[in-house]
């Protein structure tokens, strides 16, 4: 009554996601079934529904995927190594006051040049084990499970 409202409008706006990190999730996420399916496997019950499950969707034979889960663990074991790098840079320039100094700046920058060169190659190893038909299927699959239109080739 007599007082005005401001209304206030939120508008998100969506950073694009390189195609390249579309890979790494499509590969944490293959990882991520191996592990259920190992565990199933230790319990005696079938690990393959899980470990299959993008395989199938994507129609390639098990030869032909097998490239796709060496990836994967290699990727996922390799980005945990720089993980437990950059957390042990960080905590030792924290602990010593010089998190803000350019060397760990350097570092940091090093570290992240390395995860996206990491990446890179497990994508060029996968290219290169399928036919062209078959990267083209898989670059569909995975941006249309994991892109939801946002992601932008570099």
Not at 64 to 77: E, G, K, P
Request: aromatic share 6%; proline share 1%; charged share 20%.
């Amino acid at each position: 009554m007599g007082q005005s409202t401001q209304q206030t409008t939120h508008s998100f706006q969506y950073k694009a996601v390189p195609v390249e990190h579309l890979y790494w999730h499509f590969l944490a996420y293959q990882h991520h079934l191996d592990e259920v399916a190992a565990i199933r496997d230790l319990q005696g019950k079938n690990g393959d529904v899980a470990r299959t499950k993008l395989q199938s969707e994507l129609g390639f034979s098990t030869a032909d995927y097998a490239v796709i889960h060496t990836s994967a663990t290699r990727l996922t074991t390799h980005l945990k190594n720089i993980d437990v790098k950059t957390k042990t840079l960080l905590a030792s320039a924290k602990s010593s006051g010089s998190g803000s100094s350019s060397s760990v700046h350097e570092q940091l920058k090093a570290l992240s040049a390395e995860r996206e060169s990491t990446i890179q190659a497990e994508i060029d190893t996968i290219n290169q084990s399928l036919t062209t038909e078959q990267r083209a299927a898989l670059k569909a699959y995975i941006l249309k499970i994991f892109s939801s239109s946002k992601a932008v080739q570099q």
